[in-house]
């Protein structure tokens, strides 16, 4: 019909988007919501080429987010009159709208007329469908613009299918069970947002822009607790949404692709634009882009964030145990008038068994439950269960090295030295083996970390039983000082075991 044709004609002319054929490939150029009215278009004959070299563009009316509609003027090869062409929310256009065009015909827009599009917008919205309103209206001149897009004449109503990607979903699942909380915050309809959200398995608590402008500060921030979606916002909605979330203590990462989306990123504590479709100004204002504008690289980036901050406490860990107990053996071994290491062995340790496999640590892979864990927004790395953890195993350790001490005195001195320097090593790689059995990781899923405690191994035998002992003032040890060396390792693992539960309940 030729209101069919002329609603896609709309879609054609008050459009910004373009193919571009690269590889036999036609790849989007601007803003794939109108692509897709130029799709439309296509499908029903129209050649959006030729239309818009007919139809020259004189002025455009670019979006505007407060009146949610955007405007272009052509001229009309055939009349040369200019032509005003309309497109944006339905309910929006229909406000600027007095007449509508029917069967070839335009009369009066009736208020059964107004009914009826809203309805017809609200089942197409309930399909999860995006749906735009297109109007026009004819003009003899372009010296007075101030009325351009009022007064308008109902054309119809286009919907289309943004399908979420079929990842998003377990995406959402993941960031609920991290502590997460996603919110659409988005320019669309209520009840399109809502069709959205139910698939993806976000709530459906909703609310449009426009309620928030009635709401004073304590009640915003009250309100932003429970909503999952906000509709028909603009953009100091955003900014007010994110104000309110920030102020309840919260940490607010905020994505966007627009101009309109840019004073939220700015705000964000991480500002996320999207690298393909996103305006440059978004990408400037944000702190991260995304060169695949996928959700789940989102949460792919906050596994690898925890991974990496675990890495490190895992690093501070191993570490500071390991050397509570270094200070501690030498300083009570001291006390009774002893030298348990020389500084050559301790220099050993600290710069060559200790760091490799601490190094390695910094590579782990994630932990299983890393992504079900609950946030915690002001706690360091040096928490209180790892304070806890320092003081109880490196007190465990150093009992146990100062054991293997004495007992080595039984012998000799040199041999004492020889098994706590021994032990010093093979008790760090028990406290590594510890750790990895808290976060459930596997001994060969850090291929480093065993390159790191076979050469560290490597290199402890080596100075032991080489002729380097006589650098390092060892001796070869026996099977007897061995046992000693492996029976207090046991021992060490399942206290270390015991007293790791203990602590994790705190």
């Known amino acids: 019909s030729k209101e069919d044709l002329l609603l896609f004609k709309i879609g054609v002319l008050c459009n910004n988007s ?19 009215l130029l799709i439309s278009a296509a499908k029903a004959g129209l050649n959006y080429g030729e239309i818009n070299n007919q139809w020259k563009r004189e002025k455009e009316i670019p979006f505007d987010s407060i009146k949610k509609m955007m405007s272009t003027i ?37 208020k059964r007329d107004r009914e ?21 209206k004819e003009t003899k001149n372009l010296k007075n613009l101030n009325d351009v897009d009022e007064k308008l004449t109902f054309v119809g109503l286009q919907g ?28 669309d309809n209520r009840l399109t947002a809502q069709a959205i959200a139910k698939k993806i398995g976000l709530g459906t608590k909703a609310v449009e822009g426009s309620y928030l402008d009635n709401l004073n ?4 921030r009250k309100l932003v607790e429970e909503i999952d979606i906000y509709a028909r916002v603009d953009p100091s909605h955003k900014v007010k949404i994110l104000s309110a979330l920030q102020k309840n203590g919260h940490i607010v990462a905020m994505t966007g692709d627009g101009v309109n989306d840019a004073p939220a990123i700015k705000q964000a504590d991480v500002g996320i634009a999207m690298g393909i479709k996103g305006t440059d100004v978004a990408k400037k204002a944000s702190d991260l882009v995304l060169l695949d504008d996928d ?3 989102i949460v792919a980036s906050v596994r690898e964030g925890r991974t990496i901050f675990n890495n490190i406490r895992k690093f501070v860990n191993y570490l500071f145990t390991s050397n509570f107990a270094e200070v501690f053996v030498v300083f ?31 590579v782990d892979p994630s932990p299983p439950e890393i992504m079900n864990q609950k946030p915690k927004i002001k706690e360091g790395i040096l928490n209180k269960r790892l304070l806890y953890l320092t003081g109880g195993i ?4 150093t009992i146990l090295l100062l054991i293997v001490f004495f007992i080595g005195l039984g012998e000799s001195l040199i041999v004492a030295q020889t098994m706590l320097f021994t032990g010093f090593v093979l008790f760090e790689f028990v406290r590594i083996a510890v750790i990895r059995k808290q976060e459930k990781l596997g001994f060969f899923t850090n291929k480093w970390l065993v390159v790191a405690i076979l050469i560290s191994l490597l290199l402890q035998f080596s100075v032991v039983y080489t002729p380097l002992n006589k650098f390092f003032g060892t001796v070869p040890l026996g099977i007897y000082n061995l046992s000693v060396i492996f029976l207090g390792m046991i021992i060490g693992w399942a206290t270390s075991v015991f007293i790791t539960k203990l602590i994790m309940k705190i």
């Open 332 to 362: 009570i071994a001291s006390l009774f008038g002893y030298l348990p290491i020389t500084a050559v062995q301790l220099l050993w340790i600290n710069l060559l068994t200790d760091g490799g496999p601490a190094l390695a640590l910094g």
């Open 217 to 220: 500060e304590k009640q915003l």
């Open 295 to 297: 959700f789940s690289t």
């Open 394 to 397: 490196g007190i465990q350790m």
């Open 116 to 136: 009826n599009i809203l309805n017809i917008n609200d089942e197409f919205s309930k399909q999860s469908l995006r749906v735009l309103g297109f109007a026009y």
């Open 18 to 36: 373009s193919f571009e054929n690269k590889n036999d490939i036609n790849e989007v150029i601007g803003d794939p919501t109108e692509a897709a």
């Open 74 to 110: 052509n001229l009309d090869p055939k009349t040369n009159k200019y032509h005003i062409f309309s497109k944006g929310a339905p309910e929006s256009i229909l406000k600027r709208c007095e007449r509508i065009y029917v069967n070839g015909r335009v009369r009066i827009l009736t």
């Open 160 to 187: 289309m299918i943004d399908a979420p990607r079929k990842e998003v979903k377990n995406s959402i699942e993941i960031c609920k069970k991290a502590g997460i909380k996603v919110v659409m915050i988005t320019g």
